[in-house]
């Protein structure tokens, strides 16, 4: 398992590399590529991973190979920047699902009636969904966790959304058919009138259902996006070989 | 009864303008903590990391066993606002955190990661015996149970959190003067912590963990008091031995100081 990961990065970092240089117009449209294996001299890699970079960089719509005379530059920037987000979604929200449950015991501990007040506005905007909807949906995790007026557990919190935006980001540049994930108004609602009673029990169950929603819907739309993309990256190599095949014949 | 979750930095900032306003004058006592408390509608933990945080400021000092009071000189120019995270704040996001992410520990753990968390703990019980400290070592066992966790997400939240203590001078300056407290009982905890750990038990784990900690929290609390305590000791014991030298019929035996003599004014 190790050892195909490493593999894969080491593609990567390839692909990543002369991508990099096509970019910044070192390699320019219509260059040609050094050949494989001076590629392969040149980072230290096996030939076949030299292929695999290509393949890749084929498949973004950077390079085509041209019968008989090898890899030519046809496009300056990448058309999809693949960011490989540093924290996965399922692990953001299982954290996500035990943190901010305590964090919402401590924001009802004491919340201040500003908290309350902006809650109030962002329930408000949640119930009438619309653009500011998603906008919304964060900040009311972030004044949650404000209302506990406790800056490790708010920046623990921010720094989990943080981590989802990223990884979210990465999904839709692959994938721009995820949509923002919502659980229903009344979820939040809940939340709110727990900390307005100053019910730390009761915030916290409510915050787990409100996170408990949100994070299956988070993990649904994951899991078709990388469903999606698994096969339009199967079927985008699949066509890049035989391509080859028939330039080789 | 705490009406409001006020950070340590916003009653600093308050008796700081007080004493900048001449609400206080140099070399005025301040009220008693547990005064400051009441007024501020905070816990006391919170009004002791305000006045170390004003100590560590020079506008405030910790002069007798009853009393802090505004320094003779307090600057004129003091920032408040970039004021570190205080030990007791950052206690309370690692009771909660750490306890949850030693119970999903517990359910993961395998028997090679309970061997080496039990290294570390051999380790730092040999520093201990040579009374020697290590915060790294401390820093590792907390964070090997985190990893046991398998959540990316987590252990880099838990390493926020100890990151954010090692870059606040506050918690370092209040944990420094625990530094000679008896180092027994945290290695007691460590134990119990990792035997909830070997037995799987995610609850008994979680509690462990929170146990361990607001016990900390107590120990910073005692040892941020013992001077003034042990201050007030001295004191009476100069009184003593000053009355015994006038009146020899009294005996110089050492008396025991009981531990209920109030403190608070």
């Not at chain 1, 299982?94 to 401590?106: C, D, I, M, Q, S």
């Not at chain 1, 919304?136 to 800056?151: G, K, M």
Request: proline letters at 4%.
């Amino acid at each position: 398992m190790m050892e195909e990961l490493e593999a894969e990065k080491t593609y990567q970092k390839v692909y990543r590399d002369i991508s990099n240089k096509i970019s910044s117009r070192v390699y320019k449209v219509d260059d040609r590529l050094p050949p494989e294996k001076e590629l392969a001299k040149l980072y230290g890699v096996g030939r076949p991973t030299i292929r695999e970079a290509m393949i890749a960089l084929e498949v973004l719509g950077l390079v085509e190979s041209r019968h008989g005379s090898g890899v030519y530059v046809t496009q300056r920037e990448p058309p999809i920047v693949e960011h490989r987000p540093r924290f996965e979604l399922p692990d953001i929200a299982e954290a996500r699902l035990v943190f901010e449950v305590e964090a919402a015991g401590l924001a009802a501990v004491a919340p201040e009636e500003q908290d309350l007040d902006d809650l109030r506005v962002l329930v408000s905007t949640l119930e009438r969904g619309g653009a500011d909807a998603s906008g919304a949906e964060r900040d009311f995790h972030l004044i949650v966790a404000r209302a506990a007026h406790n800056v490790a557990v708010q920046t623990v919190v921010r720094r989990l959304l943080d981590h989802q935006d990223a990884a979210l980001a990465a999904q839709y540049d692959q994938d721009p058919h995820a949509l923002p994930a919502y659980a229903p108004s009344t979820a939040y609602a809940e939340v709110l009138a727990a900390l307005e009673q100053r019910d730390p029990p009761a915030a916290r169950r409510a915050m787990q259902s409100l996170v408990a929603l949100l994070v299956e819907r988070l993990l649904e739309q994951a899991e078709a996006a990388l469903v999606r993309r698994t096969l339009k990256d199967f079927r985008n190599r699949r066509d890049a070989l035989i391509r080859r095949i028939a330039a080789e014949d | 009864m705490i009406s409001s979750r006020k950070l340590y930095s916003d009653v600093a900032r308050e008796i700081s303008e007080q004493i900048q306003t001449k609400a206080y004058s140099a070399g005025e006592k301040l009220p008693s903590e547990r005064e400051l408390a009441e007024t501020f509608g905070v816990s006391r933990p919170t009004v002791r990391e305000a006045i170390i945080a004003l100590e560590v400021l020079g506008l405030v000092k910790t002069v007798t066993r009853s009393g802090v009071y505004v320094a003779d000189a307090p600057p004129a120019q003091v920032r408040t606002t970039d004021l570190d995270i205080g030990p007791f704040e950052l206690l309370e996001a690692r009771i909660l955190f750490e306890g949850e992410v030693a119970a999903l520990a517990a359910r993961n753990i395998t028997d090679e990661e309970i061997e080496s968390l039990s290294a570390i703990l051999d380790q730092l019980g040999v520093l201990n015996g040579r009374n020697d400290h290590s915060p790294a070592l401390d820093r590792a066992f907390h964070v090997g149970i985190a990893n046991c966790s398998r959540n990316a997400s987590m252990v880099d939240a838990i390493e926020t959190l100890w990151t954010m203590g090692e870059q606040s001078a506050l918690c370092r300056h209040m944990h420094e003067r625990k530094r000679n407290a008896d180092w027994r009982p945290q290695e007691r905890e460590h134990g119990g912590i990792l035997a909830a750990l070997a037995a799987r038990d995610p609850a008994q784990a979680r509690k462990a963990m929170r146990d361990h900690l607001s016990r900390v929290i107590s120990e910073i609390m005692d040892a941020t008091e013992t001077e003034l305590i042990t201050k007030a000791r001295e004191e009476i014991s100069e009184k003593f031995r000053g009355i015994a030298d006038r009146h020899p019929s009294i005996s110089r035996k050492k008396t025991k100081i009981s531990k209920t003599v109030s403190l608070a004014p």
